[in-house]
């Protein structure tokens, strides 16, 4: 075990802390925030979310693959090894789902910020987003955990 390899595979396990944590407590606030119907309550959860997916989620997003790849270069394995191709098949639908939640939940945030604005009801639009970016955060989280999964597991596929 080197010392490169220890510092790739913290770089790593943060990282993964980081999408798995800043996930989680978005999807907990704005659910808890959709709840209440409160439309002060839920620009606020969305607002906070959004600006936390760009300080946290989006570099860790960014960082994974990277301290993956060096992390490959460290270990042996390759590209080729079956749970490696699935983790990174995984990956692949995790930001497939995690790009558009986002867009989604700024739609939602906007929604919300433009209702307080001019004292409105939240459209129906905006529960049909937050529907849509429920869906597809447990899409990401569980293609997060499941690529967890393979990486601790390392199976032989």
């Given at each position: 075990m080197t010392v490169?390899?220890?510092i790739y595979k913290t770089i790593h396990i943060l990282g993964v802390t980081a999408l798995l944590g800043a996930?989680?407590?978005a999807a907990f606030f704005m659910w808890r925030a959709n709840r209440t119907g409160d439309v002060s309550a839920i620009a606020a959860a969305a607002r906070k979310s959004v600006r936390a997916h760009w300080l946290f989620t989006m570099p860790a997003a960014i960082i994974q693959p990277l301290s993956g790849i060096l992390l490959l270069s460290e270990t042996g394995y390759g590209f080729d090894d079956a749970w490696v191709k699935l983790s990174l098949a995984l990956y692949a639908l995790a930001l497939a789902s995690w790009l558009p939640a986002i867009w989604?939940?700024?739609?939602?945030r906007d929604m919300a910020l433009s209702a307080i604005g001019n004292g409105h009801a939240l459209p129906p639009l905006c529960r049909r987003h937050m529907r849509i970016w429920f869906g597809l955060g447990w899409l990401a989280l569980l293609s997060v955990i499941a690529i967890?999964?393979?990486m601790v597991q390392r199976p032989a596929l």
């Open positions: 490169l390899y220890i996930g989680l407590r989604l939940q700024a739609r939602i967890v999964t393979l």
